[in-house]
């Protein structure tokens, strides 16, 4: 992370392998999901994570998307495990973080991409036959697509 008025870089430590999908919650945290399975929460002051839940697709499946409501602390997580799962990530300076488990939805395939749309209350999932950096693990009878989902009410408007 650069801060640029001071032109310094932020690094971040405290993962097992790479963290490959990022999303901001607001100007002061955000969630990883990685190649461990694991996802994070993230503070631009911590060097290391708040908030870490270990094999959250179940153990080998690592994190292909997470996606964020902007404005809220809810993030969604998905994998190759045929589950999208939504969380409530927060972080509060007195304590420390906390991920807590919402709800799940079943979307067979690999999630890509996700996306949630707060005003509209939905879920956006790009799902494919492979994951979107390579073509290892296929599933087959799967297709490539967007699935759109309503959520319930998981927010304070």
Aim: glycine share 10%; hydrophobic share 40%.
């Amino acid at each position: 992370l650069w801060r640029i008025n001071t032109e310094t870089q932020l690094v971040f430590e405290g993962l097992k392998s790479s963290a490959d999908c990022v999303k901001m919650l607001n100007e002061d945290t955000f969630f990883s999901g990685g190649e461990d399975g694991s996802v994070c929460l993230w503070n631009v002051n911590k060097r290391k994570p708040v908030a870490r839940i270990w094999d959250v697709h179940g153990q080998g499946n690592w994190i292909n998307a997470v996606g964020a409501m902007a404005g809220t602390d809810v993030v969604a997580t998905g994998s190759w495990n045929g589950v999208v799962k939504v969380w409530k990530a927060t972080y509060n300076r007195q304590s420390s973080g906390t991920i807590s488990y919402l709800t799940e939805f079943a979307i067979p395939g690999h999630v890509n991409a996700i996306a949630l749309h707060r005003t509209a209350n939905i879920m956006v999932c790009a799902v494919g036959q492979e994951h979107r950096m390579g073509r290892w693990n296929p599933i087959g009878g799967v297709q490539n697509g967007l699935r759109i989902l309503r959520l319930p009410a998981l927010h304070d408007k």
